[in-house]
């Protein structure tokens, strides 16, 4: 079965600062792998995604996300958070083989002036 | 490029009343997926439809359906609604069935059943 745990429900940073949100997954066979964002009163956004290759994933707004197979993760990373990145983040998983998506519980990441 | 458009954007029913809804997928875009999102959790694969088949399902019963049209459109009906069927319901499209390609979402319609 699939499973996606984001573990922290909210994640707070002081802009400037470096933002972490993290993701663990459980799948079997080979994981493809993404990060959405959710803006109040607004559809998901694609940020990036994982498929195979380089571990080190870029994405939009300046994030990136590092696949970390021995410890089954996919954290969401930006070097310098701006405000405007305050959203609810949400990590998801497929199987190569499959239609189905599962979603993470999503994370609010909070970014302080 | 015209984005996912879903409509109506919010809906009050009671319980056993049956919704339907609707949305209109990416230009070029060939397959849409349904989520349910409760409030406070992540989105539930609902079900997916390629060219106008089932190409999927999540664990909802059967009293949720839907259907795809030859323009890719799609809509989901929800019969015998139940008061746990309140949530905001997201609909995706995206190029072909490939689990590599990400979708791109809607804004959602958000249904209440009273």
């Known amino acids: 079965a699939q499973s996606v745990a984001q573990p922290e429900d909210q994640v707070n940073v002081a802009e400037g600062n470096p933002l972490t949100v993290k993701c663990t997954y459980s799948?079997?066979?080979?994981?493809?792998l993404f990060w959405y964002v959710q803006y109040p009163n607004r559809g998901l956004q694609f940020l990036l995604k994982?498929?195979?290759?380089?571990?080190l994933v870029k994405g939009s707004y300046g994030f990136e996300a590092e696949f970390n197979k021995s410890q089954t993760s996919f954290h969401l990373k930006k070097p310098s958070a701006l405000v405007s990145d305050s959203a609810l983040y949400f990590c998801?998983?497929?199987?190569?083989?499959?239609?189905?998506?599962?979603f993470g519980s999503g994370t609010r990441l909070s970014i302080r002036p | 490029e015209t984005g996912v458009t879903q409509s109506p954007t919010h809906l009050i029913k009671t319980r056993g009343q049956q919704v339907t809804l609707r949305c209109s997928s990416q230009?070029?875009?060939?397959?849409v997926s349904w989520y349910q999102q409760a409030l406070g959790q992540g989105p539930q694969f609902i079900f997916q439809y390629y060219r106008e088949e089932e190409n999927g399902r999540g664990n909802f019963p059967p009293r949720f359906s839907g259907l795809q049209f030859p323009n890719y459109s799609s809509e989901l009906n929800v019969n015998a609604l139940e008061l746990d069927d309140s949530a905001l319901y997201l609909c995706?499209?995206?190029?072909?069935?490939?689990?590599?390609?990400?979708?791109?979402f809607g804004p959602g319609t958000r249904l209440t059943v009273l």
């Open positions: 995706a499209s995206s190029l072909g069935t490939e689990s590599y390609n990400e979708q791109f």
């Open positions: 998801a998983v497929k199987r190569s083989s499959a239609s189905k998506i599962i």
């Open positions: 230009s070029g875009h060939n397959t």
């Open positions: 994982y498929i195979t290759g380089d571990n």
């Open positions: 799948v079997s066979g080979n994981p493809y």
